[in-house]
């Protein structure tokens, strides 16, 4: 199917401490995929993403891990901040195709 | 600003009405996209247009709604008859397709607007 999975739905951690979130999905021909960030009442936006020719990509804090032949990427905060707040989706596409997103993860982080 | 814009940013309208949102997208892109998003939940999948080619539209979408992109610019998207199970934020995000590598900074990223907020009484 097309559609992506993600998992927790919700997570809550202290400040400074890291996230998890994962993804999984079943599309074989899915070669790109992003992550968004959604903050209360605004738009999502795109924090990061990754191309299915590389394992894994960094920017600053935010990581993202591909594994192509089990189907699942996931992100990684590290020492995470209030304003890291906000509900994260995952989403998988291909070079022809659209953009499919997962139901979210709702990220708490409590001072 | 020249971002993607909606219209408009709330409607509401009751059971058995049409309703019809506009997005612009960003000028020099070619792919726009419309999603639904309800409280809680991803944005799922509406339909999405190459310049005024609609690709694809959702197998789950009623045939109620519909979508246009008539010059490659502006799209709309209407609801006819609508029901409560329509309420929902309707987002529109518009970008340059994967394989087209003519623009340095295309990424594959989704723009969005800030959405059309739909309540159906």
């Known amino acids: 199917g097309e559609n992506v999975e993600q998992h927790p739905s919700t997570l809550s951690v202290q400040e400074g401490d890291s996230a998890v979130i994962k993804c999984t999905y079943s599309d074989s021909a899915s070669n790109y995929f992003p992550w968004y960030k959604q903050e209360l009442g605004k738009r999502p936006q795109l924090i990061i993403d990754?191309?299915?020719?590389?394992g894994e990509k960094k920017d600053q804090r935010i990581a993202v891990t591909l594994n192509k032949t089990a189907k699942h990427f996931s992100l990684h905060i590290t020492e995470t901040q209030p304003e890291d707040s906000a509900v994260y989706f995952c989403?998988?596409?291909?070079?022809?195709?659209?953009?499919?997103f997962g139901p979210g993860t709702s990220l708490s982080v409590i001072p | 600003d020249t971002g993607v814009s909606q219209d408009p940013r709330h409607k509401i309208t009751k059971r058995g009405q049409n309703v019809t949102f506009r997005c612009d997208p960003i000028?020099?892109?070619?792919?726009l996209y419309w999603y639904r998003q309800t409280l809680g939940q991803g944005p799922e999948f509406l339909t999405y247009?190459?310049?005024?080619?609609?690709?694809?539209k959702s197998r789950l979408l009623s045939d109620r709604f519909s979508a246009e992109r008539p010059k490659g610019s502006f799209s709309t998207l209407e609801i006819q008859r609508t029901e409560q199970g329509d309420s929902a934020m309707y987002l529109c995000?518009?970008?340059?397709?994967?394989?087209?590598?003519?623009?340095?900074?295309?990424?594959?990223?989704?723009?969005f607007g800030e959405g059309s907020r739909l309540t159906v009484l």
């Open positions: 000028s020099e892109h070619n792919r």
């Open positions: 990754i191309r299915s020719n590389v």
């Open positions: 247009f190459q310049n005024e080619a609609q690709l694809e």
């Open positions: 995000a518009s970008s340059f397709p994967l394989w087209d590598r003519g623009s340095l900074r295309n990424t594959g990223e989704l723009f």
């Open positions: 989403a998988r596409g291909t070079s022809y195709d659209k953009v499919i």
